[in-house]
């Protein structure tokens, strides 16, 4: 099968498209006919070798945590799914496995390749609905699921003023809409990106400079900036306002210069606000949608994810396989 690959550490403009096996389901395994993927940070992050210590790699390497297509063969006990069925979801790769929580794990073997083998029992695969087409299956998995567990963690009281930082990646074009039906929101974004997100919802519209930043406002969302570099976010909140972030390090107060506020990090590995079923009866009755910013082939699967690396990129990023 062809699929993207990384043949050592090192950035995505050293990953390259070859020829590998296709990979073999094994007992309560399914391998998928992968039809379409999409970037996600893990895909830069996992193989440049940050974690190397913690979580090696063998190579080749194959990116990719969401997907959609066919089921293509069943391994043994599996009951779900057959030969044929359209389906989606996402799976972490199989060395990050200490971090995908200790319930049913959701695993794969990378969705940058023309086949995939993941678990079949878990909460973050589901059947691909009639009413959402392949591109959106794709680059909602992660999204979906990450929205979905920020409005249920952050609370935001109705009417309340939101700055979102990170309003035009993946996750924050999903979660502005959401956000807009019952607050005010601020989101950051560059000049073209504007008349986009006002359309998503947005109230107003402020640049990346810290100093742009509003004051005094409620609730205040962090999709992209360092955990450890969020002062300047945390100095726009009113005081007692409530700071809501996902990206690592994992927050500390002390790192903050303030000590009032409600400081939420938000990760769920677990499905505990809902799985890949949940985000599909959202994505078709229209409550949950998702942005493709770009789409490439496979074979500018590499492209795809030294863009999502190295340029200022809107919604998502989908391969076709």
Request: charged letters at 20%.
């Amino acid at each position: 099968m062809k699929a993207v690959a990384a043949l050592d550490y090192g950035p995505p403009e050293h990953y390259t498209v070859t020829d590998l096996p296709a990979p073999v389901p094994g007992p309560g395994q399914i391998q998928v006919r992968v039809a379409a993927a999409s970037v996600n940070p893990a895909d830069v992050k996992v193989p440049s070798g940050e974690f190397r210590r913690d979580f090696p790699l063998e190579f080749p390497y194959v990116p990719g945590n969401d997907f959609a297509g066919t089921v293509s063969e069943v391994g043994p006990g599996v009951d779900a799914y057959r030969v044929g069925d359209e389906v989606f979801g996402q799976a972490v790769p199989r060395a990050l496995k200490a971090l995908a929580g200790p319930g049913r794990v959701s695993l794969g073997t990378g969705s940058m390749a023309e086949y995939a083998v993941y678990e079949a029992d878990t909460p973050f695969i589901a059947h691909r609905p009639a009413g959402l087409d392949v591109e959106t299956a794709a680059a909602l998995p992660t999204v979906g699921l990450t929205a979905r567990a920020l409005m249920a963690a952050a609370e935001v009281p109705a009417g309340a003023t939101v700055l979102v930082v990170g309003a035009t990646g993946g996750v924050g074009t999903t979660v502005v809409p959401l956000l807009a039906k019952r607050a005010e929101v601020i989101a950051t974004a560059t000049p073209a990106d504007e008349a986009h997100l006002r359309r998503l919802g947005a109230a107003a519209v402020v640049g990346y400079d810290p100093a742009g930043y509003p004051s005094d406002v409620d609730v205040a969302f962090n999709l992209v900036l360092p955990g450890d570099r969020l002062a300047d976010l945390s100095a726009a909140l009113r005081p007692g306002g409530r700071l809501v972030t996902i990206t690592f390090p994992v927050t500390q107060t002390e790192w903050l210069g303030r000590d009032d506020l409600d400081l939420r990090f938000v990760l769920d590995m677990e499905g505990r606000f809902g799985g890949m079923g949940e985000v599909a009866e959202d994505a078709v009755r229209g409550e949950l949608d998702v942005t493709v910013g770009r789409r490439y082939t496979l074979d500018q699967g590499p492209q795809a994810i030294a863009d999502f690396a190295n340029r200022h990129t809107t919604g998502k990023l989908v391969v076709r396989i």
